[in-house]
């Protein structure tokens, strides 16, 4: 059947930002939440078998109202990116966000009443079912909880963020809906021109990147004062808890110890001199000194090239690579694109980059991207698919034990992609098209070795100057491109200055350093995929049970449990970056006799 290439947004709610039954879904979880809450304050903590009783009906709506949140939540940023200009969508995110803090509220009053609970007996009663399950999420919540603040001034701070941390979320999005990029008499939304930068002539990339700077350059002043007043709400909020280091809060989140990540990242800063040999000769390829910042994800093959895959071709290929890998995968993935769970069209006013959302009351997710046929993203839709796959595969457990973080959430994706990447350089029919393939696959290595490095760079060190006031617009250019000389070994011609007002992952609210956990993920699926192209077809259950258990222990014990390998330890990182290497070896040895550059 013809896929298509927009998504079903109306089995959920008809009528899009105008839906009378989303308003209706809406105000009946206002009145949802609202009971919670009083549930919850009601609730006098004694440690006596009458609050074993109550601690499994507050869960119980606490996981009912959670889902409900969800769905809201997901519907509204699927209308959102498919039209920047939708102002009833933007109006529904407002409505949606203050309900989000009311419910998060409520949560932290259910956290303080956990930590009221003397500890005997809370460890008893958290042992005997049907919480059982959930022990691993509720001594989470107690300990976080331990190290918060009084139930006022949490619930003060969840209030105040509506307007002030979410808010300067939500202004981003508006002044980022404002921006175009002129572009031959036309003028592109960022999302189109954004994929210009994979064109084949280097001309139009160079033009469409100098308006791209220029255009981000013009709104810079508002941008620094969106993102310095987004970071000093959350820097307040953590002097205020007592807290110093500004990755406190993104490794518990990611339940992640800090010498795990001091091992990934000290292990990539000293493993680049294999990724800037593959972008010298890419250089080299392309007739260049130097690459420049748009130079990074051009083709090295012509224009017409066979790599070019329409949408249906595209979504046949996933499918069949999936299915090498295993029933279950694959016959999901057609479901999705039978369904029309998949936003791919290339158009106006859509928002750039793309994301997979749950809508767990409906047991369905949705994937937005915009599609143009590149391998690039093909990658992508692959990568999404896998995002949708790890929601799937936790819908039998309990909604408490499916939060898993962003960091695990990245090993499904990215395992997925990789399914992909390399059966499309193996079955490449020409040398041409297997070395273009290679390229793309090695591409994303340097997007999650060196570009997301640089944005942890970047980020890292900006919060530590924001600690001690505004940091502005030129200041946030210089370590930007500071930054990024770091993290691509100075193999660059021309950086990317404005890089911190053009990426949306630097304004979200939902988790504090949205990058690192992308390298994690990355990696982490290398070591799983080099352990299923060892077993072969029987370790899909094996992959599956892993993926049951991102949402219910740390990322260290999940390791430790599925792969019996230590995180925190060097070797596992420097095992997963020789995959890496091993990829681009086979590059520099095809491209030795192709250099294009006299």
Known sequence: MAYSLTWDLDVFFEGGGSSVTFLEYIKKLEQDIYHFDKYVSDWKVKSDEKDRHLLGNIIELFAQTGRKMRQAGAFVSCLEAQNTKDSKAHELRSQVTKLSAAFQTALTKLDQKLVMMEEEFFQDAIKVDPIRELKFILNERRDRAAERLSVEEESLINQLAIDGYHGWSQLYDTIVSSIHIPFEGSRLSVGQAANKFADPDRETRKTVFEEWEKAWGEKSELLANTLNHLAGFRLSVYSKRGWSDVLKEPLEINRMKKQTLDSMWGVIAETKEPLVRFLNRKAELLGVDQLSWYDLDAPIVESGSSNKMPYQQGAEFIVKQFSRFGAELSQFAEKAFEDKWIEAEDRPNKRPGGFCTSFPESGQSRIFMTYSGTPSNVSTLAHELGHAFHSFVLKDTHQLNRGYAMNVAETASTFAEMIVADAAVKEAGTEKGKLALLEDKIQRT?????????????????????????????????????????????????????????????????????????????????????????????????????????????????????????????????????????????????????????
């Open 446 to 598: 340097v997007a999650l070795l060196m570009n997301i490095h640089a944005r942890f760079l970047f980020e890292t060190r900006f919060y530590e100057e924001r600690k001690h006031g505004m940091v502005s617009a030129a200041r946030l250019n210089e370590l930007m491109v500071k930054a990024q000389q770091e993290a691509y070994g100075d193999a660059l011609a021309e950086y990317h200055p404005h890089f911190w007002a053009s990426k949306l992952h630097f304004y979200i609210t939902g988790v504090p350093f949205y990058n690192f956990p992308y390298t994690f993920g990355f990696l982490f699926s290398l070591g799983i995929y080099a352990r299923a192209l060892e077993e072969g077809e029987g370790f899909e259950k094996q992959y599956m049970a892993l993926l049951q258990d991102t949402g219910s222990m740390t990322v260290e014990d999940l390791a430790r449990k599925h792969l019996n390998v230590d995180l925190s330890a060097r070797g596992f990182w420097e095992k997963a970056i020789g995959a890496c290497i091993n990829d681009i070896e086979e590059f520099l040895q095809l491209t030795e006799s192709h250099s294009r550059k006299a």
